[in-house]
């Protein structure tokens, strides 16, 4: 496939997902929030598939969407700041305790790295729970008001979510995340930058040896990564108009491995095709919910039996031009 | 101060034996098991059923409890971990591996045992009183003496017997191992069943005192890789240390910061870690 036909694909996909879809959906609301969610899902997702890219495995997502969600709901509820300063704080914030935990626990190598993000997700909860000062312990901040009106010397950019159709704002505001989100990931792998993530994901011993600054560069693609889940968990907890401890579990980081390992790992699309499909399809299958974790474990045990690259590994025509330029890396 | 110590170690002890179980499949396979907190809930579930509803003996419950966990273990390896073993060198397939197990099984504990939290009736009552101010109930002092020397046996199992100078080789070095004719399939299959059946045992000892429900599984997960971590991953004594390390802590946690007890450990574990990655006694 050569680049006409690959602009073509995604010019394609781009008319698809942000006209078609809400047209079809415009007087489904549910289906569009379905959407909406599964485009903040990818989001968070982009940040543990670039974990996984440098060759670790970030079990501790939820714990940075949950960082990201509180800063979010607190700046609106507690400091009165608008919805729009909100998220970018919940980035930074998230990106910050990203930066100061990543440095020292960057240094540890493959099973010691996941078993200590697995524990932050749980920590993460439990002070969550216990800070109840500032975060309402288990009850949660509720009530979130929706996002506000963002105008710049008068002229209003973003119009007041009260005022139009909250769904289709919420729509377009996860597209715009997605989109900008996957944009800078496809630019950064297809970068220098990228060439490096991939040393460090064959060998860092030999990658250092050449003059790569290892540690660096880690701190990097977390603080990425945590960006990511930050901005998405505001975004979350925007849309739900709440936040409890429990709204980003340990569950929910092991079913963002999910979506990356799904969709595969060598490919910047991975994670956007892993969420949609599954988070989409799930809910397509309504009364199964109760079994869901049940089938997500089976589909994950046989990804890792039968299918270990990935569902874009599938050599279908269809999806062959989703395949970033060195997808094969692995 | 005292009393704060004693309940200190009677976790630590329960928890030194899950530990020991991770750290055994770590050394043997380099795999992490991230369902073994799933595994001691499963044992608990078991001698909920053998001891609580059955009513047969507490002794019955603790084997009925080991046996069906290591058979557990065995399926774990031969269906799952010895397959994606044998194809994939990288230690990320079995690590995901892992967690799919481990929601796998807290979804079947959710549909077959339900959310409630179960307990049992107490092995033995009454109390031991240490001194004036330190009590123990006796069915913990029950629980310290079964855990040690289920953790001695398993000390000297792995010392003098055949079988565990067999288990040692190929945590040192499976290849040698089996160029000097060690079986390596076979006592991997064993070693899962050894460990999976560990933590049956400390889970069946915990559903006497404290019962048991689905959730705790995830919990006991993290809690034996926190110990593992304080200790060293891959080494017997450094899971009986980080086992008891982590009971102690855990237990002056609560009573000097209540509610917050974890965040603490879990700031101490990053700066410790930050000092000795590969925690007390790992290996280089």
């Known amino acids: 496939m050569n680049r006409k036909q690959k602009i073509l694909l995604l010019i394609v996909a781009l008319a698809f997902y942000l006209v078609l879809l809400p047209y079809l959906c415009r007087d489904r609301n549910y289906l569009l929030g379905v959407i909406t969610t599964a485009s903040v899902l990818s989001v968070i997702s982009a940040g543990v598939w670039l974990i996984f890219y440098i060759g670790r495995i970030n079990i501790g997502q939820g714990a940075f969407a949950l960082i990201g969600g509180y800063t979010g709901a607190i700046a609106i509820s507690k400091l009165g700041l608008s919805f729009w300063f909100g998220l970018v704080m919940a980035g930074i914030v998230s990106m910050l305790v990203g930066i100061i935990i990543g440095l020292p626990l960057l240094r540890l190598k493959g099973v010691y790295f996941s078993m200590i993000t697995l524990s932050l997700t749980e920590t993460a909860r439990l002070t969550a729970q216990s800070l109840v000062p500032i975060t309402n312990g288990p009850n949660g901040i509720l009530n979130l008001p ?11 950019l973003i119009p007041d979510f009260a005022k139009v159709n909250k769904h289709i704002a919420m729509f377009y505001l996860s597209a715009f995340l997605l ?33 790569v600054d290892v540690p660096r560069l880690r701190v990097i693609a977390f603080a990425i990564c945590t960006f990511y889940a930050g901005i998405g968990g505001a975004f979350f907890v925007a849309m739900q108009q709440s936040i409890y401890p429990a709204t980003f579990s340990v569950q929910d980081s092991t079913y963002f491995l999910l979506y990356c390992f799904l969709g595969g790992l060598g490919y910047v699309f991975g994670p956007l095709i892993g969420t949609f499909v599954l988070y989409i399809g799930f809910e397509m299958l309504q009364g199964l919910n109760e079994y869901q974790p049940l089938i997500y474990a089976l589909l994950m045990i046989g990804m890792m039996l039968w299918l270990p690259n990935g569902m874009l590994s599938l050599r279908l025509p269809f999806l062959a031009g989703k395949k970033s330029p060195l997808g094969g890396a692995k | 101060m005292g009393q704060v110590l004693i309940n200190g170690l009677y976790s630590g002890v329960q928890y030194a034996l899950i530990a020991l179980g991770l750290t055994l499949i770590f050394s043997l396979m380099n795999v992490m098991n991230f369902a073994h907190g799933q595994l001691y809930v499963l044992g608990g579930f078991v001698t909920y059923y053998v001891y609580g509803v059955l009513g047969l003996p507490f002794v019955v419950a603790l084997l009925a409890a080991g046996i069906t966990l290591a058979v557990v273990g065995l ?16 230690d990320e397939s079995t690590m995901l591996l892992a967690t799919g197990t481990a929601l796998l099984l807290d979804s079947l504990f959710i549909i077959f045992f339900g959310e409630k939290h179960r307990g049992v009736p107490t092995v033995i009552s009454g109390v031991m009183r240490i001194s004036n101010n330190i009590f123990l109930p006796y ?7 079964i855990s040690v020397a289920v953790i001695v046996f398993f000390i000297l199992f792995m010392k003098y017997t055949r079988c565990g100078r067999g288990l040692r080789a190929m945590a040192q070095d499976r290849e040698a191992a089996k160029l000097m004719g060690v079986n390596v399939d076979r006592y991997s299959m064993f070693g899962w069943a050894l460990a999976a059946m560990l933590a049956g045992l400390a889970g069946a000892m915990l559903v006497s005192v404290s019962g048991v429900n689905s959730g705790l599984g995830t919990w006991l997960s993290i809690k034996a890789f926190i110990m593992v971590m304080i200790g060293g991953a891959g080494v017997i004594s450094g899971a009986i240390i980080g086992g008891l390390m982590l009971g102690i802590l855990e237990s002056f946690g609560s009573s000097f910061l209540p509610g917050n007890q974890y965040l603490a450990i879990f700031i101490a574990l990053i700066i410790f870690l930050a000092i000795r990655p590969r925690g007390l006694l790992g290996r280089q």
Do not use: C
């Open chain 2, 139 to 145: 069915s913990r002092v029950l629980i310290i003496i």
């Open chain 1, 179 to 211: 989109i900008a989100s996957y944009a800078v990931l496809y630019r950064i792998i297809n970068s220098r930058v990228g060439w490096l993530f991939r040393s460090l994901q064959q060998n860092e011993d030999l990658a250092s040896s050449f003059g």
């Open chain 2, 75 to 90: 399926l774990f390896d031969i269906l799952f971990f010895r397959k994606v073993l044998a194809r994939s060198a990288r």
């Open chain 1, 146 to 156: 929706l996002p506000g009106e963002l105008s710049f010397f008068g002229i209003t």
